[in-house]
T-cell receptor, first 112, second 110 residues
Framework: NAGVMQNPRHLVRRRGQEARLRCSPMKGHSHVYWYRQLPEEGLKFMVYLQKENIIDESGMPKERFSAEFPKEGPSILRIQQVVRGDSAAYFC??????????FGPGTRLTVT | AQRVTQPEKLLSVFKGAPVELKCNYSYSGSPELFWYVQYSRQRLQLLLRHISRESIKGFTADLNKGETSFHLKKPFAQEEDSAMYYCALYGGAAGNKLTFGGGTRVLVKP
């Protein structure tokens, strides 16, 4: 089992561009979570998804951010019209059940 | 609202000395607490959870509901323990998200 995969590991975008972050959960895991870590801060929950459903998006900014976990393929976190404040590390986690979450290596987004 | 507080950003200890990382939480329900560790250039990984009451790599943590704390302890720190440590609370409306503390960097000096 390769573990949770995230790509790209590093992403540079200019202000106003779109960023797409991908997460492939561990085999057999149907729960996916996205967290954001701003510089010098802890991880903050963004969204929880199961296949084709958003279960909890209470941590997602109201605008420009969206997430999906389609029936086939990875989960995608999409940020439209990025701004400098979006620069952060974005972590994906997956779980088989509601308890133990396994984390990916993260995607470091830099907005220039 | 649930919250996790780790008051120390940095703990520096000598090899062989005891180390204690503080974690306090606020949560109206029955808490499920975890410690995660991130070694240099590695992904975040689960260190231990309070419900299993186990000792991992010599670390233990006891849930104290009266003091709303879940401090992490190790009697004799090793250099390989140098890492970032995050305390996390499992909860939320659907019991599905982790709320993390700000993290404590542990540096074990030789």
């Amino acid at each position: 089992n390769a573990g949770v995969m995230q790509n790209p590991r590093h992403l540079v975008r200019r202000r106003g561009q779109e960023a797409r972050l991908r997460c492939s959960p561990m085999k057999g895991h149907s729960h996916v979570y996205w967290y954001r870590q701003l510089p010098e801060e802890g991880l903050k929950f963004m969204v929880y998804l199961q296949k084709e459903n958003i279960i909890d998006e209470s941590g997602m900014p109201k605008e420009r951010f969206s997430a999906e976990f389609p029936k086939e393929g990875p989960s995608i976190l999409r940020i439209q019209q990025v701004v400098r404040g979006d620069s952060a590390a974005y972590f994906c986690a997956s779980s088989r059940d509601r308890y133990e979450q396994y984390f990916g290596p993260g995607t470091r987004l830099t907005v220039t | 609202a649930q919250r996790v507080t780790q008051p120390e950003k940095l703990l520096s200890v000598f090899k062989g000395a005891p180390v204690e990382l503080k974690c306090n939480y606020s949560y109206s329900g029955s808490p499920e607490l975890f410690w995660y560790v991130q070694y240099s250039r590695q992904r975040l990984q689960l260190l231990l959870r309070h419900i299993s009451r186990e000792s991992i790599k010599g670390f233990t943590a006891d849930l104290n509901k009266g003091e709303t704390s879940f401090h992490l302890k190790k009697p004799f720190a090793q250099e390989e323990d140098s890492a970032m440590y995050y305390c996390a609370l499992y909860g939320g409306a659907a019991g599905n998200k982790l709320t993390f503390g700000g993290g404590t960097r542990v540096l074990v000096k030789p």
